[in-house]
C-alpha cells in the first residue's frame, strides 16, 4: 500500500483521523496541566490542495479532498465535533492567505495540534523522509514548542517517554508503504508502555484485504494493554472495488467522556464520507475500562 500523503491529504481517512484527534486533544485539555503531542509520522506537516500531486515516473494522481474535507466544507448543520474540525481548517486556510471561503490548504496533525496547543503544551514532530522533514521544519522553524525530529518516530517513544509533563497524546500514524508495518506499530507501543503505561495513544490503521487487521488485533492481546477503544469508519461495503475500505483509530487510555463524543459524531461521518450503501461506523472496547 503506497501512502505518499500529498495526493491523499485532506481524504475520508484525514477527516476520520483529524476529527477524532481534536477530540482527543481536547479531552486533555479539560485539565490545566499541560502534555506532550508526539506524532511519530507528521509528514510535511501542511499541504497545498492546488498543487497536481507528481507519482514516480511523472505520473499524476487524482487528489482525494474532495471526497473527504471537499463534502464537510460548505456542509450545513454538522454535528458540533465535526464543525469545530472544519472551523479550525478554515483557520488555517485564512492564516496562509487563502481567499476568504476557498479551500486552498490542509492542515496535517501537526498543524492541528498548534492550532490547538495552550502555552503549557509541547510538540515533539518526528518524520523519516528527509524531503518531507525539511518541508515540516520549514513550517514550524518560528513555532514555539514545537521541535521537529528527522528519523524513525518509533525510535522516539523510546527515547521521549516518559515526558517531563507526566501526561502525552502520542499519534502513531505511519504511511503503511512496508508490509511489517503492524509489526513496528506493535514493537512501538510494546515499548511506550513499557516506559509510560498511562500515555494516550492513538494508532491509525487502514482497513484492507492486505492489511492483516485481524491479525493485527489479536497480537495486540500480547501486550496487556490499558483500557482500548477501537473505532472504525468504513466508507464501502466489503465487495466493493476499492482496496481501502475505511480506515481505524485504537485509542489507549482514552480520556473521560471521549467515548460517548466519539460516538456522537460517527453516523455524521459514514453518512458524509461513504461512497456505497454500504459505510459503517461504529466503536467497541478491546480492552474495557474497569
Not at 479531552?27 to 499541560?34: P, T
Not at 474535507?69 to 465535526?82: E, N, T
Not at 518526528?126 to 513555532?143: I, N, P
Not at 489507549?252 to 461512497?275: F, S
Request: proline residues 8%.
Amino acid at each position: 500500500m503506497n501512502y505518499r500523503h500529498h495526493f491523499h491529504a485532506g481524504n475520508y481517512a484525514d477527516v476520520f483521523k483529524h476529527a477524532l484527534l481534536l477530540l482527543l486533544f481536547r479531552a486533555m485539555q479539560r485539565k490545566e496541566k499541560g502534555f506532550l503531542f508526539l506524532d511519530t509520522h507528521a509528514g510535511r506537516g501542511a499541504y497545498d490542495l492546488t498543487e497536481e500531486p507528481v507519482l514516480t515516473g511523472g505520473r499524476t494522481r487524482e487528489p482525494e479532498h474532495p471526497g473527504g474535507i471537499g463534502r464537510l466544507w460548505g456542509a450545513a448543520s454538522l454535528p458540533p465535533a465535526l464543525a469545530d474540525y472544519v472551523a479550525l481548517v478554515r483557520t488555517y486556510n485564512e492564516q496562509r492567505g487563502a481567499a476568504p471561503g476557498e479551500l486552498h490548504y490542509y492542515p496535517g496533525s501537526p498543524c492541528f495540534a498548534r492550532l490547538l496547543a495552550r502555552p503549557q503544551e509541547r510538540l515533539a514532530l518526528c518524520e523519516l523522509q528527509e524531503v518531507d522533514a525539511e518541508a515540516l521544519a520549514y513550517e514550524f522553524g518560528r513555532a514555539p514548542r514545537g521541535t521537529v525530529r528527522v528519523g524513525d518516530g518509533y525510535q522516539a517513544l523510546k527515547a521521549l517517554l516518559p515526558p517531563p509533563e507526566k501526561r502525552a497524546l502520542v499519534l502513531i500514524d505511519p504511511p503503511f508503504e512496508e508490509q511489517q508495518e503492524f509489526a513496528e506499530i506493535l514493537a512501538g507501543l510494546r515499548a511506550a508502555l513499557t516506559r509510560f503505561p498511562s500515555g494516550v495513544y492513538a494508532v491509525w490503521y487502514p482497513l484492507t484485504g492486505r492489511a492483516g487487521v485481524e491479525d493485527f488485533m489479536r497480537e495486540l492481546a500480547v501486550l496487556r494493554l490499558p483500557p482500548t477503544l477501537a473505532v472504525e469508519l468504513r466508507v464501502a461495503a466489503d465487495s466493493a472495488a476499492v482496496p481501502m475500505k475505511g480506515c481505524g483509530l485504537l485509542v489507549l487510555n482514552p480520556p473521560w467522556k471521549v467515548e460517548d463524543e466519539i460516538r456522537a459524531v460517527l453516523p455524521a461521518l459514514a453518512e458524509l464520507l461513504k461512497t456505497d450503501t454500504g459505510a459503517t461506523a461504529g466503536c467497541t472496547w478491546l480492552v474495557p475500562e474497569s
